[in-house]
T-cell receptor, first 113, second 115 residues
Framework: AQKVTQAQTEISVVEKEDVTLDCVYETRDTTYYLFWYKQPPSGELVFLIRRNSFDEQNEISGRYSWNFQKSTSSFNFTITASQVVDSAVYFC??????????FGKGTKLTVNP | GAGVSQTPSNKVTEKGKYVELRCDPI?????LYWYRQSLGQGPEFLIY????????DSGLPNDRFFAVRPEGSVSTLKIQRTERGDSAVYLC?????????????FGEGSRLTVL
């Protein structure tokens, strides 16, 4: 069975703070993909990143960075110098063995001015 | 439009009624997905189409739910004898080939409320 756990239900920070969103996954597949999506109030899920299980390099894209560690089955997401526009629900998702994505329950991030 | 389009954006119906939700994917995308998102939860997979055929319908909760994609483009999710527990946002996504080979592009969803 595949499972994604996002233990943080809600996080509130003040603008310019750094914030890390945790994601822990479970899978028996040796080949799999991990994703992060952002869901703003409009409801549309916005793709942020996809990482395959063989690539453990950390990735940075502007203020966003991702830390993938197979040893701890984690794929954490850090926003540096957060901004009000970062306020959204963020979902981590796992895909392995099929086209189906398994999503976590999401972390609601509120960035206050 | 350029993105995935879903209609209606909101649907309120009474228990026992029949409902159709429509998804218009990005032009040229062969893969199409339906997900359901309940309040406070992450999206849950319902069904995946590659072209006209349903390649994986393992997420459909029961036989009241059915989806079609007759011409390999627009898809319709059909729910018979709706129940209050069907209330959720139904999300559609498309991809050029499939999630293994590319990102999924999601629509804004159809919010279904069953009274």
């Amino acid at each position: 069975a595949q499972k994604v756990t996002q233990a943080q239900t809600e996080i509130s920070v003040v603008e310019k703070e750094d914030v890390t969103l945790d994601c822990v996954y479970e899978t028996r597949d040796t080949t799999y993909y991990l994703f992060w999506y952002k869901q703003p109030p409009s409801g549309e899920l916005v793709f942020l990143i996809r990482r395959n299980s063989f690539d453990e390099q950390n990735e940075i894209s502007g203020r966003y960075s991702w830390n993938f560690q197979k040893s701890t089955s984690s794929f954490n997401f850090t926003i540096t110098a957060s901004q009000v526009v970062d306020s959204a629900v963020y979902f981590c998702a796992l895909q392995g063995g099929s086209e189906k994505l398994v999503f976590g329950k999401g972390t609601k991030l509120t960035v206050n001015p | 439009g350029a993105g995935v389009s879903q209609t209606p954006s909101n649907k309120v119906t009474e228990k026992g009624k029949y409902v159709e939700l429509r998804c218009d994917p990005i032009s040229g995308h062969t893969a199409l997905y339906w997900y359901r998102q309940s309040l406070g939860q992450g999206p849950e997979f319902l069904i995946y189409f590659q072209g006209t055929g349903a390649a994986d319908d393992s997420g459909l909760p029961n036989d009241r739910f059915f989806a079609v994609r007759p011409e390999g483009s627009v898809s319709t999710l059909k729910i018979q004898r709706t129940e209050r527990g069907d209330s959720a946002v139904y999300l559609c996504a498309s991809s050029a080939r499939g999630a293994y080979t590319g990102e999924l592009f999601f629509g804004e969803g159809s919010r279904l409320t069953v009274l």
